[in-house]
Every structure is written in structure tokens, then in C-alpha cells.
């Protein structure tokens, strides 16, 4: 049994998707306070609100608060970005490796 589950983890990759979820979560959250404690700032003056949280457009009895979904959007895009930078890099290594 024991031996199975070692096979298991060996050819499964158990261990890297377990080391890149945890790469994942921290990025995720470094990412996260990227966005809230820099970005959104430097961005509050060009919002008419007096927090990026609050943020609205009224419109008649319609009222659409954009500011967190602002800052979410950013956050999406910065992590989107870093996947497929990573992703890109090791398409490249995966192929420079089988052509040798």
C-alpha cells in the first residue's frame, strides 16, 4: 500500500501541484495587497468618491459601485499576467528540453 501511494505521488506530481498551490496562494495574496494598499490609491484621486470602496455611478435609482470591482479587475489582470508569464517560460524550457 505504501509503495502504491508512493508511486502514486511520483507519477501524479503530487508534490509540485502541492508547492505550486501554496506559490499560488501567497501571490495571490501579495498580489491582493498590491493592488488595495498601493495601486488603488494612486488611483482614488481620478475616482469621485472619498474611498476607492465607494465608488459609485448613480444612475436615476441605479446605484452602480465600481470601485471594488475596479480593484478586483486589476488584481485579475496583475495574476493573469504572472500566469502566463510563468506558463510561457515553461512551455519554453519544456520545449527546448525535448528538442535536445
Not at 470591482?69 to 510561457?88: C, D, G, S
Request: aromatic fraction near 8%.
Amino acid at each position: 500500500m505504501i509503495k502504491d501511494f508512493i508511486k502514486f505521488l511520483k507519477e501524479f506530481n503530487v508534490i509540485t501541484l502541492a508547492v505550486g498551490f501554496i506559490m499560488g496562494t501567497a501571490s495571490t495574496t501579495l498580489v491582493n495587497s498590491l493592488v488595495k494598499d498601493i495601486l488603488m490609491p494612486i488611483i482614488q484621486p481620478l475616482l469621485a468618491a472619498e474611498s476607492w470602496r465607494t465608488a459609485s455611478i448613480h444612475i436615476g435609482p441605479v446605484n452602480i459601485i465600481y470601485g471594488s470591482f475596479l480593484a478586483e479587475l486589476i488584481n485579475f489582470l496583475i495574476l493573469a499576467l504572472i500566469i502566463f508569464l510563468i506558463v510561457k517560460k515553461l512551455l519554453k524550457i519544456e520545449k527546448e528540453e525535448k528538442s535536445n
